[in-house]
Structure formats: structure tokens, C-alpha cells
């Protein structure tokens, strides 16, 4: 009976809305539907004084008396209940084991609700969006995928965790790190170094460049996960730290900027908490490799996925400064992608040593 | 070096010995010569000069080649390329030829194929390891009288089939001798034979070789025995073979001669002595076919001279009418004015350019096609009953097209399909399917091919498919269209057996071993309107049931979810949800959604019926629909 002793959180009401437009819509004989937010490029648009990219109002409908999407309106109801009974126990957990969760066989038959788990991910980015809860309000976490060392102390279920004192391993980031799981007890950094690859974020804790230069690194090992960005979020709001992003020189790493920057087109609902709109792009620039006298044969031919990608991004608003059409411009215009690992050609601490003082200290970055 | 020069006398003395043709005998000291330069022994044959060879010489050397010879040379050319070919040879040549027998004769054929292991010492080894097979295939035919018995067995190109325009099995005359050749050939054993011609008369048992050199029976052994079979004949050969099953084995060749020869009973004993019965699912002997004479679109000039050199008529216009088929004295007369040749000529007169302007006038002159009766097509009713009862499926279709002509020989083109896999492998899959699925399995894992079952004159062609009209037609037609997955170049997927059968009085293969029928134009046409037939009937069954299908998983769909949405709903409120109402109302809307009676007619019976297709079968769980054999009903 505790369910009756506790009140229901505003994310579980928000869920049991779903239930409440079933029983409606039967009771006047109309056909169960959901409206869910179309999560496109079409749907999204750059809000320039913001900073940000925001989903528009087009709604796609899901209803159940519709073959083609009785069983998606079935999955995303299941979905739902298992959601709710997250926020009950109060627990958290994975996609793969709300997929778990979820799949049974349907009585009288030999159909699975669900058969493998790309058909329940997309449902709870559905549900996020059209009941505008974050993914982590609903208690779902992705994988700890991201590092952070740096003059930074934070309280994690009560421990005191402080990040200059864990070696070069540092402090493996949660997934979910809002105030309720983590607070920030205190940090002396001067700004916040986002570095896109782990093999680079290595190299620079193994020679402490955290320490000279005060900063706080972070890594999510390739596109940052949310809850890497959450916390450089956080960093930047509450302590104030310009944020600098370090990927590598190819279409992608300027999307992962991007979306540290501007929010994702996929949940552009979450930009507002997510995006850090002042961050800045440090490097690897396609002029670096003159700049820094990197040899071309380090370098590495773009392919026909590469040049595509690479075209639709001169084609994004939030891509439309000058600087930014110049930058993609020359990188298609050599022909050629330079990872951050590349650098080692030069001196294995190229990076830490000379590459980022100089780039810091020229204030060589795009915004 | 001393190997070397081994090696050169030995050749020296080979080109000495040896009726080889002049050419490589002058090459062969040659190279030897350059590249040992100054070899010490025998004198260096460098210096001598080639040996030439005078003509008369030459013409010393030209000598007959008997076909016996040639083909012993040549034996690929009529299928003993390998062990394995080779035993199927035999049983095909050995069978081909009892059932030709029967079939004349008006006898229902009561076929007994057996294969032995015959062993080197005392134990045989398994049949997959043996290389000896003896194989004895008796018949209950009209039998052979006694004077023919050697000459039929044992002289290559000796036969009452090649002369004559008439649909048979065989038409070379080749075959079976060609078999016991193989025999004496790899294991030197002669041909054993017994033979009867009526109760009355006694058994006859011959064992015969054939001389190779002058292509003449050599009668080793003949006597009078008694034998317990009233009328019939039983041949036995010995030969070096290797059992092999799977495709393209004596086994397939037994199970497809049953398809395309329902009205014979064959017994088939294989070397690992087990005893396959054949049943007779078809109570009729195929109409016999006719004689024809030959068409006169079909003949070349050389064959026309020849013809006029032989016939017994003794005018040109009697000549054409009498030994041409389709002609008319009308025609005849109109044929020779417009080659402008007398019609009261001598034919053996006609020669030359008037010959060859008759030619011409043949082929200007609009002649009816060739009489039809000379074809014996298997039947749609007899290729369904042998689909039927040896291949399981849920759909079975028959066509037969009327006779068409190519070069002057009628021929006749039947398809067959049978698709599915039963209504009992369609009942142990859904039992199967009770079974909840794991991730990444799904319940059409498979992705078999079609097989494509291919006969000429009811003799089934296992080798060379692709070198075959009949696959390059199945590859040719567009499957797609019947509802039928199929990849590029490759032949229709899914469980389905294609067959197709081509009845003529000279079926044209590509080689004399008879593996595949050339691709004419007028016969790729044919088959591909067979094809296409059977096509559209399959996949109206397969739109039919898949409509039905579709109705009731509609239907489905929604009664399934609708507990799974109602379930969840009620978990999210707590358990606080009157559950029965809210089924009973969202019931009640996917009823009235999805037609209510009217899928329910659809999903019934009336829905799978065969009719509108014609010579069909369909099976289901529930029974079987469609022109089901008389006979093959009775059995079932």
C-alpha cells in the first residue's frame, strides 16, 4: 500500500496521463491518440539571440485503431507503465533493461511486444519529448561514459569526491548529475577543457596539464554523453567557467561541438538545460595544420560520407558565421581530416606542451 | 641428367613405335636438344635433320574409325565422364529402355531397379566406399526376340527409334550398348541379358561384348533357362561406379522419373539393400504415340538430296506427297511450279540447282505444321498426381501447351509447380512458434531456392542445368510478379519444385549424353508461356491466402493489444481501472473498424477454394481442394 502513503511525482502524473487518454478516448468512443513532437531537422528551429536550437510544434499523431501504429501506440503504453513504476520504487535505470522490462510475449499469441531494443529507445525519446520530461526526471541513465580530473569537489551519495586527488584515472561521470544526485562543493578552475577523444583527455591528465594551466577535463569519449554536458553545463552556470571544446578535425567533431553548443536536433527540447551556448571551439581547425606546421601526409582523405556530412553542416543556420563557413569550407577544400592523435607526429606531448599553451594564449578559438 | 636422357630414348623409341601423326612425333626430339646443349652420350639428334613423311605414307596411315572405337576414346561425350555419372548412365540408359519397351507394347511398366555391391575379396565395403556396382534393371515388357538380343546390346548405333519420327525415350540407338561398353570396358564383363517373349516361349540368356573395333556383337555365352517372370527382360551390368546420394544421383533419378511417370511401378532396391516401392498412381498408359514422316520445314538440303536419292516414288509430286507429312498433291504441285521443276521428274533425277531451287520453293511454300498425334504428353492430371504424391506442398499446378513446332518437329511443353511445405510441416512450425522468439530470431530464417525439375520425353535430365533451356527459362521469367522473391540471375526463391517437361519426336540436346535441350527460340517461348501460367495461378493462391491472412492478423492485432494497452493502463492507475469495460469498449470499436462479418467470410473457407484455377491442388490442415487423381484420392 505504499503507493496510496506517497504522493506521485509530477513526472509519474505526467504518465498516468497516458492511461487517462486511453480511458477518455474509449468512453466517447474515439480512437486512443497521442500527439508526439516531430523530432527532425524539419522541426527544429536556431533561436540566434538564445543561442540555441529549439524544437517547433509539429506534432506527429499516434493512435491505436491503426494498423500500421497500433502496435508502436501498444509499445509506447507499456513503455510508459514501466517509466511509472521507475518513479515509484524510485529507481533509475538503463534503456537496455527497460527493454528487458517491457518484453513479454502476448497472450494467445507467439508475438513479442518488443523484439529487439532499437524499437524501445526511440519510445522513451517519444515519451521525453511529449510529456517534456528530461530522460533523467524519468530515471533513465545512459552509461558512465566520461571522465573529469581538475581542482573540482563534488558529493556523489555522500562521498566527498575530489577530482585533483584520483591519479589520471579521475572520476568516472554519471549519467544523471543534477543537484539532487551531485553537488558541486567546490572548484577553483579557471575555465573547463572539453576534450572530444579519451586517448587525448589521457595524455593530458597523464601530464597534469590541469594543474598548470587550472582548468577542469573533461571527456565523454566521443559525442559527450548527457551527463558530461550536464555537468560542464552546470560548471559554466554556476561557476561561471568559459568552456573549450577540443575534437578532432573532421565533419563529426564539429557536430559534437555543435551539439555541446547548440543542443542536438534529435531532443532540441533539452538545449535549454543542456547547451552551453558560450562554448568555443579550440581546435583542431582546419588552419591548424598550417599554423602548427603539421604535415599533410599526417592527414587523412575525406570520404564520400565525410564530404555529405560535411556539406549539410555549412548548410545548418547554427553554422551560418562567416568564421564557421570558412573553417568547413577549407577542410573540404584540402580534402583532408586530421585526428587530435595526428599531433603525436610532432612530439608525444605536442599537445599539452606546446599546441594548447599557444592556442590559449593567442585565444585562437571559434565561436 | 641421366633422368634426361632416359627420358629422350624413351620418346625416341616411342616416335618409332607409335602410328601417331607426323607433326608431334617431328616435335617431340626438339626441345631436349636446346636445352641440354652438348649432352655426351647418343648422338645429338640436332643435327639430323626432322624426318619428313611423304604423302603416301601418309595416306598409308588413313584408316576407318569405328563409332565403337570413338566413343570408347570419347566416353564423356555420352555421360561416363566420372564413376559417379556413370552408374547413373547405366540405370538411366537400362530403365529408358524398359519403359520405351512397355510402352510400345501397351504394357503398364513394373519396373525393378536393383544396384549390388560387388566385392573386390570377401567383404564388401559400405556402398558409399564401393567402386563395383552390378546393376540389374528387368521389366515386364514384351521381351526381345532371340536374333536381336546381341546387336541391340552390343553395337553402337543399332535401333528402331532413330529413323523413325515418333516420340520415344531413346532415339539414338546408343545408349545401352554405350553402357555395356563402359562395363566391359572398366571391369570386363559382358553384358548379361535374359529375355522372354510370352509364356509359351522359353527365356533366352545371352552374355555379350561388343568388338570395338568393328562395332559387332561377340555372343560369349547363350542358352536357354528358365526363368519365373512369364514375359519380360532383365538386363544386368557390371560396371565401376560410385554411389553417391544427393543431387544428380541414381536415387533423385528414380524419385523424378516417378513425377513424370506416374502410370509406372518401380521398385528400386539401392546397394545399401534397402527397397523403395514406387507405387502406380496412375492407372493409364499414356496415349501411344504415332509415326510421323517428316515435316518438310525441318529437313536441310543435304537431307532433301538424300531423300530424293531413296524414296521408291517415282515423280517429284508423288515423291513430295508421299514421304513429306502436311503434303498435299495440291501442295505438291504448287511446291515444284514455283521451283519450276517438272512435277512428273524423275527424283532422283532432280539434282543440282534444281534441287536446291526446290529447297527454296519448300521453304516459301505455306505448309500446314506437322500432325500432332506422333506427341504423347504427359498430362496435367498425371504431372499433378505425380507432384502430389511425391512432393510435399500446400499448392500444386499443371499446364500443358498445345504443340508448337521448331525446325519442322512438333513438340509439346508441360510445366509443373509445387509449392509449400505440407500442411504438416505448417502445423509442426506453429508448434514450434508456441515457443517464445529470442532477439534476432525471427520465424523465416530460410532462404532456399527454387528447384527446377527438368525431363525430355519423361526422362529426367539431371546434369548441366544451366547449359538448359528449361533453367534459362525459369531464370528468365519474372517471378517477381507472381509474388515470388527473386534476386537477380538467380532462380525464384522460396519452397517450390518447378518442373518442366518436352515431348517431341526429336527432343534437340546439346550433346549425345542428353543433359540438356538447346535453346531454340520457339522452344524457350513455349516454356516460358507454361511458366508464366503456372506464375499466375501461384500467385493467385498466394494473393488469395495472403489476403486472408492479412484480414484476420488485422483483426488480430488490435483484440491482441488491446489486453496489453488495457493491462498497462490499469498498472499506471494504480489498479484502479474497471479493466472489463475498458476491454469490452475498445472492443467493441475494433470490431465495428474491421468489418466484423465480413472478415469472418473472408477468413472462412471460401476464401482458399480453388476455383478459377484450373488443374490445381491446394492443400490446407483441413483437407485437400482441387482435381485431385482419381487414383491418388483413393489412396489418400
Known amino acids: 500500500m505504499a503507493t496510496k502513503t506517497r504522493r506521485p511525482t509530477v513526472v509519474e502524473k505526467k504518465l498516468i496521463g497516458i492511461a487517462d487518454v486511453v480511458v477518455d478516448a474509449a468512453q466517447r468512443r474515439r480512437d486512443p491518440t497521442l500527439a508526439i513532437p516531430v523530432r527532425a531537422l524539419s522541426n527544429v528551429t536556431f533561436n540566434e539571440r538564445r543561442g540555441l536550437i529549439e524544437m517547433g510544434k509539429r506534432k506527429q499523431t499516434r493512435s491505436f485503431f491503426n494498423v500500421a501504429m497500433a502496435k508502436r501506440f501498444m509499445q509506447t503504453v507499456l513503455v510508459a507503465d514501466a517509466l511509472a513504476e521507475l518513479q515509484r520504487a524510485n529507481l533509475t535505470t538503463s534503456l537496455r533493461e527497460i527493454y528487458y522490462r517491457t518484453k513479454h510475449t502476448i497472450k494467445n499469441s507467439h508475438e513479442n511486444t518488443f523484439d529487439a531494443q532499437d524499437e524501445s529507445d526511440p519510445l522513451i525519446e517519444d515519451l521525453e519529448v511529449s510529456l517534456e520530461a528530461l530522460r533523467e526526471e524519468l530515471h533513465v541513465r545512459a552509461e558512465n561514459r566520461g571522465s573529469v580530473v581538475g581542482p573540482l569537489v563534488l558529493a556523489d551519495d555522500g562521498d566527498t569526491v575530489n577530482c585533483a586527488r584520483l591519479g589520471k584515472g579521475g572520476y568516472s561521470v554519471p549519467s544523471i548529475v543534477e543537484p539532487e544526485y551531485l553537488q558541486i562543493r567546490r572548484c577553483t578552475a579557471d575555465f573547463v577543457l572539453l576534450v572530444e577523444k579519451g586517448t587525448q583527455w589521457n595524455r593530458l591528465s597523464e601530464d597534469k596539464f590541469w594543474r598548470r594551466y587550472n582548468c577542469v577535463l573533461l571527456t565523454g569519449n566521443g559525442q559527450p554523453p548527457r551527463g558530461v554536458r550536464r555537468l560542464a553545463r552546470r560548471l559554466h552556470e554556476e561557476h561561471s567557467l568559459p568552456v573549450y571544446v577540443l575534437v578532432d578535425n573532421d565533419p563529426w567533431g564539429y557536430y559534437t561541438y555543435s551539439v555541446v553548443k547548440q543542443g542536438s536536433i534529435n531532443l532540441a527540447f533539452e538545449s535549454q538545460r543542456m547547451a552551453i551556448p558560450k562554448a568555443k571551439f579550440i581546435g583542431l581547425s582546419s588552419a591548424d595544420p598550417e599554423s602548427y606546421g603539421l604535415p599533410r601526409n599526417v592527414g587523412i582523405k575525406l570520404n564520400d560520407k565525410d564530404i555529405a556530412r560535411a556539406r549539410e553542416l555549412l548548410a545548418y543556420t547554427w553554422f551560418s558565421k562567416k568564421p564557421w563557413q570558412e573553417e568547413i569550407k577549407r577542410m573540404l577544400s584540402s580534402g583532408l581530416k586530421y585526428e587530435l592523435d595526428a599531433l603525436a607526429n610532432k612530439d608525444f606531448q605536442y599537445l599539452t606542451k606546446r599546441y594548447l599553451p599557444r592556442k590559449l594564449k593567442e585565444k585562437d578559438w571559434l565561436d | ?636
Open chain 2, 1 to 636: 641428367m641421366a633422368s634426361k636422357t632416359a627420358a629422350r630414348t624413351a620418346k625416341k623409341k616411342s616416335s618409332a613405335a607409335s602410328k601417331r601423326p607426323p607433326a608431334p612425333a617431328k616435335r617431340a626430339p626438339a626441345p631436349p636438344a636446346a636445352t641440354v646443349p652438348d649432352a655426351a652420350p647418343p648422338k645429338p639428334p640436332v643435327a639430323k635433320p626432322a624426318p619428313t613423311v611423304t604423302a603416301v605414307e601418309m595416306g598409308a596411315r588413313q584408316r576407318d574409325i569405328s563409332v565403337s572405337e570413338f566413343f570408347t576414346k570419347n566416353r564423356h561425350l555420352l555421360g561416363f565422364d566420372n564413376p559417379r555419372k556413370a552408374l547413373l548412365t547405366c540405370v538411366k540408359e537400362a530403365v529408358d529402355n524398359a519403359l520405351d519397351a512397355c510402352e510400345e507394347a501397351g504394357i503398364l511398366p513394373d519396373v525393378v531397379v536393383r544396384l549390388d555391391v560387388v566385392a573386390p575379396g570377401d567383404t564388401p565395403p559400405p556402398a558409399s566406399q564401393a567402386t563395383r556396382f552390378r546393376i540389374t534393371v528387368t521389366d515386364n515388357g514384351p521381351g526381345i526376340v532371340r536374333q536381336q538380343i546381341p546387336p541391340i546390346f552390343a553395337k553402337l548405333l543399332y535401333g528402331s527409334k532413330f529413323h523413325r519420327l515418333r516420340q520415344s525415350r531413346g532415339q539414338q540407338g546408343i545408349g545401352i550398348s554405350a553402357a555395356g561398353m563402359y562395363g566391359q570396358l572398366t571391369t570386363g564383363k559382358p553384358v548379361q541379358i535374359i529375355s522372354r517373349t510370352s509364356a509359351r516361349a522359353p527365356a533366352h540368356y545371352f552374355e555379350v561384348q561388343i568388338d570395338t573395333k568393328k562395332n559387332e556383337p561377340r555372343i560369349l555365352e547363350k542358352k536357354q533357362i528358365t526363368w519365373e517372370a512369364p514375359r519380360g527382360t532383365q538386363v544386368t551390368l557390371e560396371v565401376e561406379g560410385r554411389y553417391q546420394k544427393g543431387r544428380a544421383s541414381v536415387d533423385e533419378y528414380v524419385e523424378q522419373t516417378i513425377i513424370a511417370n506416374p502410370h509406372v511401378k518401380l521398385t528400386y532396391v539401392t546397394p545399401e539393400g534397402e527397397t523403395k516401392e514406387f507405387a502406380r498412381t496412375f492407372e493409364q498408359l499414356p496415349a501411344a504415340p504415332r509415326e510421323i514422316k517428316p515435316h518438310p520445314y525441318g529437313i536441310e538440303l543435304g537431307m532433301l538430296l538424300k531423300m530424293l536419292h531413296d524414296t521408291t516414288s517415282h515423280t517429284l509430286a508423288g515423291f513430295l506427297a508421299g514421304d513429306f507429312s502436311r503434303v498435299s498433291p495440291a501442295v505438291a504441285e504448287e511446291i515444284v511450279k514455283a521451283a519450276g521443276v517438272s512435277s512428273r521428274a524423275r527424283p532422283r533425277d532432280v539434282h543440282g540447282a534444281a534441287a536446291e531451287n526446290l529447297y527454296k520453293a519448300i521453304q516459301a511454300t505455306k505448309i500446314m505444321a506437322p500432325p500432332t498425334n506422333c506427341l504423347s504428353p504427359i498430362g496435367e492430371s498425371a504431372i499433378l498426381s505425380g507432384l502430389y504424391q511425391q512432393i510435399k506442398g500446400d499448392f500444386y499446378t499443371a499446364v500443358s501447351r498445345p504443340p508448337a513446332v521448331y525446325r519442322g518437329n512438333p513438340f509439346i511443353i508441360e510445366a509443373g509447380l509445387a509449392y509449400g511445405r505440407g500442411p504438416e510441416a505448417a502445423e509442426s512450425g506453429a508448434a514450434k512458434k508456441e515457443i517464445p522468439l529470442a532477439e534476432g530470431e525471427s520465424d523465416d530464417a530460410d532462404h532456399e531456392l527454387a528447384r527446377v525439375i527438368r525431363y525430355a520425353n519423361r526422362v529426367p535430365l539431371l546434369y548441366q542445368p544451366s547449359a538448359c533451356a528449361i533453367t534459362r527459362a525459369v531464370l528468365g521469367t519474372t517471378w517477381r510478379n507472381y509474388g515470388i522473391a527473386q534476386s537477380r540471375g538467380a532462380l525464384p526463391a522460396g519452397p517450390m519444385v518447378i518442373f518442366v517437361h518436352m515431348a517431341s519426336v526429336w527432343v534437340p540436346f546439346t550433346s549425345e549424353s542428353k543433359e540438356a535441350i538447346a535453346d531454340y527460340d520457339e522452344i524457350h517461348k513455349e516454356i516460358n508461356l507454361a511458366l508464366r501460367e503456372c506464375g499466375r495461378r501461384l500467385g493467385a493462391f498466394l494473393r488469395r491466402r495472403e489476403r486472408a491472412h492479412s484480414e484476420f492478423r488485422r483483426r488480430n492485432i488490435f483484440e491482441l493489444y488491446i489486453e496489453e494497452v488495457v493491462e498497462s493502463c490499469n498498472r499506471l492507475k494504480g489498479g484502479r481501472l474497471p479493466t472489463a469495460r475498458l476491454k469490452d469498449q475498445l472492443q467493441k470499436m475494433a470490431q465495428k473498424l474491421t468489418g466484423g462479418a465480413r472478415t469472418d467470410e473472408l477468413m472462412g473457407r471460401n476464401g482458399g477454394g480453388p476455383e478459377g484455377l484450373p488443374h490445381s491442388i491446394i492443400v490446407t490442415p483441413d483437407g485437400v481442394e482441387g482435381a485431385v487423381p482419381a487414383g491418388v484420392a483413393a489412396k489418400a
